[in-house]
């Protein structure tokens, strides 16, 4: 059984209001927060980020769970509709469409 895995995940403002650096070991990307938070709202926002996790957890169980065994690895799209209101501060409905 493998150890423990050590993440660590940094936000940090920047010069620009609204705006926010995000980096891991491996990665680095741009965050913004909405007009209505007072930021950007040009690079992926907080709900972007959230919609995006759920997608990589997804695409990597569909393809993951019978990649190993297939000759050529499977062509998996999924896609994500988020419908909420600017002002509401719930999450709203989420759609999730996958064709493999």
Known sequence: MAGPVDLVVEAHSSSIKGRYIIS?????????????TGG???AAGASDLLVAALLTCAINIFRGATEPELETPRLV????????????PSLG???VDVAI
Do not use: M
């Open 40 to 42: 950007p709202g040009i």
């Open 77 to 88: 799209t999924i896609r994500a509709h988020l419908l909420r209101q600017e002002e509401d």
């Open 93 to 95: 409905s989420l759609q």
């Open 24 to 36: 891991g070991e491996h990665f680095q990307l741009v965050a913004d927060g909405t007009k209505g």
